[in-house]
């Protein structure tokens, strides 16, 4: 009851306090608040935007068995020219992305983050896309940034490396594909005179399907897919462009509240040592 009585009466007086000094607390926090505006004002605005990427460097690394390093490679990557902004770097980001240097100077940050999605037992798997979220100073400049990144990519001598490698065994093994797909077609034309057993027949497809026709098919297919992968997997592609905005960004809110949080509490110091006076 004592303990009850003494927080009350503590409250009390500390709400006194407040009443008594009001007219000191209101115009510091006032000036906290102005401040923190006018130095938000002050300060270059800037632009927030994002993109969705796929990189085949998990194919060229033969990892797209392992979902949690789907994408690890080319987050890592571009998380990398994070450093170089944070360290105001802009020659050597200037050099990786192959823009000028006034341009790269205007990044404020950029970073990616692997995307994953949740399955109908509440567990998530990594997908094989990743979101890059990029700020700048002048949105003017998002084109050449989405662009940069992809020179910064296909010149990168480890992709390179990769790519290359992939790009030759797939070529070599389209060259086998074809050369079965020439095999089977002559047992086809052989096999419909002499009733040939084709149990024995393995191909690289892989198919539990024994008719020639059908092998021929899968490997085709297999062909298809290879071909289209060749394609389509780049070191770096966009699946969603980074939007075009022209919403400035100031945190002026969040700033204006902590102004007047610090500000409350530099008056109540203020107020302290007035009343000890």
């Known amino acids: 009851m004592t303990e009850e009585l003494n927080i009350r009466q503590t409250f009390s007086e500390f709400v006194h306090f407040n009443m008594r000094n009001k007219k000191l607390i209101s115009i510091i926090i006032l000036i906290g608040v102005v401040s923190v505006i006018l130095f938000q004002n002050?300060?270059?605005?800037?632009?927030?935007?994002?993109?969705?990427?796929?990189?085949?460097?998990?194919?060229?690394?033969?990892?797209?068995?392992?979902?949690?390093?789907?994408?690890?490679?080319?987050?890592?990557?571009?998380?990398?020219l994070q450093i170089n902004v944070s360290n105001k770097d802009y020659g050597q980001l200037s050099e990786l992305l192959n823009l000028p240097k006034e341009m790269t100077e205007k990044i404020k940050h950029i970073e990616a983050e692997q995307l994953y999605q949740q399955d109908m037992n509440e567990k998530y798997y990594a997908l094989n896309k990743f979101e890059v979220s990029l700020v700048v100073f002048d949105n003017t400049i998002i084109d050449d940034v989405q662009k940069g990144l992809v020179n910064y990519?296909?010149?990168?001598?480890?992709?390179?490396?990769?790519?290359?490698?992939?790009?030759?065994?797939?070529?070599?093994?389209?060259?086998?594909?074809?050369?079965?797909?020439?095999?089977?077609?002559?047992?086809?034309?052989?096999?419909?005179?002499?009733?040939?057993?084709?149990?024995?027949?393995?191909?690289?497809?892989?198919?539990?399907?024994?008719?020639?026709?059908?092998?021929?098919?899968?490997?085709?297919?297999?062909?298809?897919?290879?071909n289209t992968n060749i394609s389509l997997l780049k070191p770096l592609f966009f699946v969603q462009?980074?939007?075009?905005?022209?919403?400035?960004?100031?945190?002026i809110l969040l700033w204006s509240i902590l102004g007047a949080f610090l500000g409350y509490i530099l008056s109540l110091i203020v107020s302290f040592i007035k009343e000890l006076q």
């Not at 797939?170 to 074809?178: A, F, G, Q």
């Not at 047992?187 to 198919?207: F, P």
């Open 153 to 226: 990519f296909k010149t990168n001598d480890f992709i390179n490396k990769y790519h290359k490698n992939y790009i030759e065994g797939n070529k070599r093994l389209i060259n086998e594909i074809d050369k079965e797909i020439a095999v089977l077609s002559e047992m086809r034309i052989e096999g419909a005179k002499n009733s040939l057993d084709l149990s024995s027949v393995n191909i690289i497809s892989g198919k539990e399907d024994k008719t020639i026709s059908n092998q021929i098919i899968s490997l085709a297919q297999l062909k298809e897919e290879i």
């Open 42 to 80: 002050l300060k270059p605005s800037y632009y927030e935007t994002k993109a969705i990427c796929m990189s085949g460097i998990s194919e060229y690394e033969r990892l797209e068995q392992l979902e949690e390093l789907s994408q690890r490679t080319a987050v890592d990557l571009i998380n990398y």
């Open 241 to 251: 462009d980074f939007a075009k905005t022209n919403k400035t960004e100031r945190d």
